[in-house]
């Protein structure tokens, strides 16, 4: 006995060093035992568990129940390996009941979930095997044979709801199309194509503000499509947002520079928002790694110039700005206060922003369109927020706290606001989208 012992515990040190699929191609896959739950068995217990998975993966269920039925109930390995001696043995339901009552008493116990997973693919219930192997995932990112079982699973379903939506669009069932496409984008969140569909639909149900949710993700997706950035640029054109709408259509313009209908769009909408020329740095904002200040006034004033309340301006000595690119932009951010100007009167227009004068300029902006009427609810107190980072006594902890508490701006895992780290224009238009949105 004690060399049987000393036998097995050295195959024990590489049996489940690494997780391999055997050789010959079961019904099923066994999933080999992870060391974090055999390391922590008593020797005897190893012993079983290891002559039970070695029965399992050759396909003996029946001489795995042994040893797994001399195990204490609560031991993480018992449940589990019965389940796929049950599974192994074709009877599905009890197989899938033992695997629910292992991942109840171990959610962490990966052989169960996969072997779970099995049993819904074998019952071809294949939206809850994806969720399945979803969680699997989610503890082993890099689990080599859920990963291609969860790709695969993904591809089938979000092509169903795809071509289920279509029938239903084709058929005149509107809602049912709408269902199918946000199925789809349950699978995979970036599927371009649902996006559009979705946002055509809730255009025509005059939900722009879905509408533009949708379109918004389909760019993120690098949407070149002609027809759809049309009908995007009009969308936010009719929900007031010029400023978006006439930097897609000069793509458009730039692309096509012969098509008289977007040309005509183009200089319509400039003199809509007194623009008769955006200077060409105002185009490059969207790629550059740190924003300034005159960067910041542009994004601004060109998003929000017809929202912006005319009342209440005061007038602004500005000494430093004839030389920029950005100068009515900047007299208009400066004469409603949305950013500070220097006692000296400087307003400093190629200074490169942090996080903190980001955030400053936020809420003043968003002061700036409640009082043109527009209605910002915080999602907490801002004095319930705590900063890890910045202290209260920091001069743009007020504005830090509101911009944390309107969700227009947010920390860190660990609660931080990282106040001195510069601003990337993708990441300054994604503030002003957000206050955009929720000024509609």
């Not at 039925?69 to 049950?86: F, H, Q």
């Not at 949305?338 to 490169?352: K, S, W």
């Not at 706290?401 to 993708?426: H, I, K």
Request: hydrophobic share 45%; charged share 30%.
């Amino acid at each position: 006995m004690v060399k049987r012992i000393a036998a097995v515990t050295l195959a024990l040190l590489g049996a489940w060093s690494c997780a391999t699929v055997p050789t010959s191609e079961p019904a099923y896959f066994v999933e080999p035992l992870p060391p974090e739950v055999t390391t922590v068995l008593r020797l005897d217990d190893r012993i079983a568990a290891k002559d039970a998975w070695d029965a399992l993966e050759a396909g003996r269920p029946e001489a795995a129940k042994r040893p797994l039925l001399k195990m204490d109930a609560s031991n993480p390995v018992r449940e589990s390996g019965l389940a796929y001696a049950e599974l192994l043995s074709g009877d599905l339901a009890v197989a899938q009941a033992r695997f629910r009552a292992s991942l109840a008493a171990h959610p962490e116990m990966i052989p169960s979930r996969i072997g779970l997973a099995q049993v819904y693919e074998a019952r071809r219930e294949r939206a809850k095997a994806f969720n399945e192997y979803r969680e699997v995932l989610k503890l082993r990112p890099d689990h080599r044979w859920a990963g291609p079982r969860f790709a695969s699973l993904r591809d089938e379903l979000v092509e169903g709801s795809m071509a289920a939506a279509r029938e239903a669009l084709a058929s005149g069932d509107r809602e049912a199309a709408k269902r199918g496409f946000l199925e789809a984008l349950f699978y995979v969140p970036e599927r371009t194509e649902a996006h559009v569909e979705l946002a055509r639909l809730y255009r025509e149900d005059k939900d722009a503000a879905a509408a533009l949710l949708h379109f918004r993700a389909a760019m993120e997706g690098r949407m070149e499509d002609e027809k759809v950035l049309r009908e995007y640029a009009d969308l936010l054109a009719e929900a007031g947002d010029l400023g978006q709408s006439l930097e897609i259509l000069e793509r458009l313009a730039a692309a096509k520079p012969k098509d008289e209908a977007v040309t005509k769009r183009v200089e319509e909408l400039k003199s809509k928002l007194g623009v008769y020329e955006v200077p060409s740095q105002y185009a490059a904002i969207p790629e550059t790694a740190t924003v300034t200040r005159e960067d910041l006034a542009a994004l601004i004033g060109v998003r929000f110039g017809e929202l912006l309340d005319a009342g209440g301006r005061r007038s602004e000595i500005l000494v430093d700005i004839a030389t920029s690119w950005a100068q009515r932009f900047i007299v208009q951010v400066a004469s409603l206060e949305i950013m500070r100007v220097a006692e000296n009167h400087t307003f400093q227009p190629r200074r490169i922003i942090n996080r903190a004068e980001l955030a400053d300029a936020a809420v003043r902006l968003i002061g700036a369109l409640q009082a043109g009427g527009a209605k910002f609810v915080p999602l907490v107190e801002a004095r319930r927020i705590q900063i890890a980072d910045v202290s209260e006594d920091n001069l743009y902890y007020p504005a830090i706290a509101r911009a944390v508490a309107y969700q227009v701006m947010s920390l860190t895992p660990e609660r931080s606001f990282e106040p001195d780290r510069t601003v990337s224009g993708a990441e300054a238009i994604r503030v002003l989208d957000i206050i955009l949105g929720l000024a509609r």
